[in-house]
């Protein structure tokens, strides 16, 4: 941390195992021994369960998670073991520890998650045989590795913002604790429109994703690649509006809109988390789509469940990490004096203003990274829509095009409100930008799109109306009876 106290910690040393000299090389050949042992052996189960089809089953699965958590665990601390021995300087900066913390209770945690897994596995295997494959079915079993990693990115993600508040308050007592959030210019006499505004967009959001979810859920006829993802876009959308506005509609009512400093880098986090996480799923549905029309019979082949639950589980994990950079680096600024956010959220570049730190490198990781994070999947998915239009010109029906054209149309039109305000927002920032036009910008694709989404892919969707009907019918049936 920079800034005001220019005598805080910029690093730390490690004491490493109390080996002495004559002996090192030896601990360390062992602990390199038994460090690559690991590697090879949990890189053996993982590719000997992906590439034999009898072992795809639920303990395997367990398993091959298993083996990622050990072999990413052992990668949290061993490497870093082995250098120190190595280095006359055992040193190791604070951001990397904050780092090292986050990732050593993730996969530590999610070890303790999986052995209870197959612990349940194993009970319902011996006691309950004859129902062994109801029980455990692959839904099941996908919502416990889900849930598993969930749980121990938000209890490792605690404990690691926990941690760098007491670096901040502990080595300098005038740090800011709290922030101010300026909130939305709007004027006295009007807010109580407002409010009611923003809570109607807010409940219809709320409402419409998770009648999605559930339709999804409910209907057997949506399990298939198309509504996976869609399913996954409406709880983003969910938790992207939820990250919001429930504080900016709480502020609105408030005499102090205040945001503790930890409850701020929360925010920024989850904002970070679900904004990714809605641009990896909409590259995903984009190029769902364009197998759909461009390869309608090797549609089921190319668009594989193993091939979907990875695209899934790729999108969660590299925004998991994207979040987890930018918050790490946010935790090193120091805030000084002025507490006070031009906006109704913790906005990542509001922030890099108010500190006084050197913010050179949040500024090159926004631009490099986060760009890549924005940008890439912007141009999958016109590239995309593209070639669907162009498959579309090669067979031409005038019903074909229109339906294919109202439904590309209404799709990026989203796509472009979503990108283009971020794009704007964050990679080309004007100074002729005001405080005003860039909350607008900002309410365009946290506001104004998650509420679009279930509009424009699901309830103008054919295959959503029937689902409503039918899960409608299914529930009235029994009291009609």
Not at 103 to 109: A, E, I, K, P, Q
Not at 311 to 333: E, F
Not at 377 to 394: E, G, N
Request: charged share 10%; proline share 4%; with cysteine.
């Amino acid at each position: 941390m920079t800034g005001r106290n220019q005598t805080a910690v910029t690093e730390f040393l490690l004491q490493g195992l109390p080996i002495e000299s004559e002996r090192k090389n030896l601990f360390y050949a062992l602990f390199l021994v038994m460090y690559v042992t690991t590697v090879l052996g949990n890189l053996l189960i993982i590719f000997l369960i992906r590439l034999d089809s009898q072992l795809h089953t639920p303990m395997y699965l367990f398993l091959s998670n298993l083996s990622f958590s050990d072999l990413c665990f052992s990668s949290v601390t061993m490497p870093k073991l082995l250098h120190n021995m190595q280095s006359q300087v055992p040193s190791i900066p604070y951001a990397g520890c904050l780092t090292q913390m986050y990732f050593f209770m993730l996969f530590g945690d999610l070890e303790s998650f999986f052995l209870v897994a197959m612990a349940y596995d194993r009970y319902v295997a011996i006691c309950f045989p004859l129902h062994y494959t109801t029980i455990m079915s692959p839904r099941l079993c996908l919502s416990l590795v889900a849930l598993s990693w969930a749980l121990t990115t938000l209890d490792a993600m605690l404990h690691t913002l926990l941690m760098a508040r007491l670096y901040m308050t502990g080595r300098n007592q005038t740090a800011v604790t709290e922030f101010l959030l300026q909130g939305l210019p709007i004027q006295s006499e009007q807010k109580s429109l407002f409010y009611a505004l923003f809570l109607v967009m807010y409940v219809t959001t709320v409402l419409g994703n998770l009648l999605i979810i559930f339709l999804i859920r409910l209907d057997s006829q949506l399990h298939t690649p198309m509504y996976l993802f869609l399913s996954n876009l409406s709880f983003s959308d969910l938790c992207f509006s939820s990250v919001t506005m429930p504080k900016l509609l709480h502020n609105m009512q408030s005499q102090v809109p205040s945001i503790p400093y930890a409850g701020c880098l929360t925010q920024m986090y989850f904002f970070l988390f679900f904004g990714d996480l809605e641009s990896f799923l909409l590259v995903a549905m984009a190029y769902d789509r364009y197998v759909a029309i461009c390869f309608p019979l090797h549609y089921t082949t190319i668009m594989s469940p193993r091939l979907c639950l990875s695209l899934v589980a790729l999108s969660w994990g590299l925004t998991t990490l994207h979040a987890m950079l930018h918050t790490l680096l946010m935790a090193r600024l120091c805030f000084c004096a002025d507490n006070v956010i031009p906006h109704f959220f913790c906005d990542m570049s509001a922030l890099l203003k108010l500190s006084c730190s050197d913010t050179r490198v949040n500024d090159l990781v926004i631009f490099t990274i986060g760009g890549l994070i924005v940008v890439i999947p912007f141009l999958l998915i016109i590239l995309s829509y593209a070639r669907i239009v162009s498959s579309i010109f090669k067979v031409p029906s005038a019903r074909g095009m229109r339906k294919a054209f109202s439904t590309c149309g209404s799709h990026l039109a989203v796509v472009s409100l979503f990108f283009g305000a971020i794009i704007a927002l964050y990679l080309c920032p004007s100074a002729d930008n005001s405080t005003v036009k860039e909350m607008v910008m900002a309410m365009m694709y946290t506001v104004v799109t998650p509420m679009l989404n279930p509009f424009i892919y699901s309830l103008r969707n054919r295959d959503m109306k029937g689902a409503l009907g039918r899960v409608f019918c299914r529930k009235i049936t029994p009291f009609s009876v």
